[in-house]
């Protein structure tokens, strides 16, 4: 998920009976970003994630 569309994550885990919903959040815009830029991006979602499972 990236920044721009949190809130709109949030909201749809609402709507769908799990408010509160964990989920891993990068940096917006992706299309833009450099090879160093999604490196950087992906490493910080699997840090993000491991921090999420070791949640559940």
Do not use: C, K
């Amino acid at each position: 998920m990236t920044t721009r569309f949190v809130s709109a994550a949030e909201l749809m885990s609402r709507v769908l009976g799990m408010p509160g919903y964990a989920f891993a959040v990068i940096g917006h815009p992706v299309s833009s970003a450099t090879d160093d830029g999604l490196r950087e991006m992906a490493r910080a979602t699997i840090e993000q994630a491991h921090g999420l499972w070791a949640l559940a």
